[in-house]
């Protein structure tokens, strides 16, 4: 079965004031594992796909995602998840 929609989570993405390393702490990295912990219980998951991507090149606006399906425009989404970003951030331990 060919899996029509796709969620692309940049790993990479952090806030800037994150360490670089270890980069599985990073914002990006904790917000695919968030996502992957909440796609298991989704009841509606099959046709649907969380991939984790290196960089989707928005630097600037983490966490970096984008949404693919057939036949659709691919969209990028990444400032409507600054607020997520700042909230891991803050229960990670590692924000003011």
């Not at 594992?33 to 298991?40: D, I, S």
Request: aromatic share 10%.
């Amino acid at each position: 079965m060919t899996v029509p929609h796709h969620l692309f989570v940049c790993t990479s993405c952090r806030v800037s004031d994150e360490a670089r390393e270890p980069r599985d702490r990073r914002a990006g990295a904790r917000l695919f594992a968030h996502l992957v912990e909440q796609f298991a219980k989704w009841a509606k998951r099959e046709g649907f796909v969380i991939v984790a991507y290196d960089c989707l090149s928005v630097c600037a606006h983490p966490c970096g995602v984008a949404l693919r399906a057939p036949v659709k425009f691919t969209y990028g989404l990444s400032v409507l998840l600054l607020g997520f970003a700042i909230l891991v951030r803050s229960t990670s331990g590692s924000g003011s």
